[in-house]
């Protein structure tokens, strides 16, 4: 079993949708949660992190850690053709390592 | 700030060849990480610079071996490359010094083909 899961996608939605990606993770050890985004045939970028279960806004992107189901979940509202890119969930062991972990993408399309 | 960069951008090789594929910061980070990815299998990790001198392997470090030259720079080298390492590899680096901030940031990524 795969410490991070994470639907493949694509996703597919019209412009303005409320868009939710969603990783799930079995190390209830994890205690950092990141989402990347990748454009196509670019590197990773960071859009937003968090350490606590509970939600963390940034502008029209929602993150949201659940850690007693071990689920996150990016929310992107108005979404916009620009969001289209895969997008990474990302995990770090605890302190003291510097390991991290990746969910393998999900791609994400935006009709306009 | 020209942040996490790679060289070459793209290569093709030959099975048994060798190269060394080059990263470099300039946010003063103490830590450096090569991933590697595949189609379906998402970021795996190479090996790793906690800080300047040390390195460590990661999940799948056979086939290739590291250099932290020195704090900006930590290189990735091919000593015989195979055809399974063709990839796409990616060079990051963080802070590293900890705590909820310690974030990475990639590079843009070199497109390796063995044949």
């Known amino acids: 079993q795969k410490e991070v899961e994470q639907d493949p996608g694509p996703l597919s939605v019209p412009e303005g949708a409320i868009v939710s990606l969603n990783c799930t993770y079995s190390?209830?050890?994890?205690?950092?949660f990141m989402w990347y985004r990748q454009y196509s045939r670019k590197g990773p970028e960071l859009l937003m992190y968090t350490y606590s279960s509970g939600n963390k806004e940034d502008g029209r992107f929602t993150a949201q850690v659940d850690k007693s189901s071990k689920y996150i979940s990016l929310f992107i509202r108005d979404s916009q053709p620009s969001d289209s890119a895969t997008y990474l969930c990302a995990m770090r062991r605890p302190s003291g390592t510097y390991k991290y972990i990746f969910g393998t993408g999900t791609r994400l399309k935006v009709l306009a | 700030n020209a942040g996490v960069t790679q060289t070459p951008k793209f290569q093709v090789l030959k099975t048994g060849q060798s190269m060394t594929l080059q990263c470099a910061q300039d946010?003063?980070?103490?830590?450096m990480y090569w991933y590697r990815q595949d189609p379906g299998m998402g970021l795996r990790l190479i090996y790793y610079s906690a800080s300047e001198g040390t390195t460590d392997k990661g999940e799948v470090p056979n086939g290739y071996n590291v250099s932290r030259l020195n704090k900006r720079e930590f290189s990735l080298r091919l000593e015989s490359a195979a055809p399974s390492q063709t990839s796409v590899y990616f060079c990051?680096?963080?802070?590293?010094?900890?705590?909820?901030?310690?974030?990475?940031?990639f590079g843009p990524g070199t497109r390796l083909t063995v044949l």
């Open positions: 990051a680096s963080t802070p590293g010094r900890g705590g909820a901030s310690d974030t990475q940031y």
């Open positions: 190390n209830s050890a994890f205690q950092y």
């Open positions: 946010m003063n980070h103490n830590s």
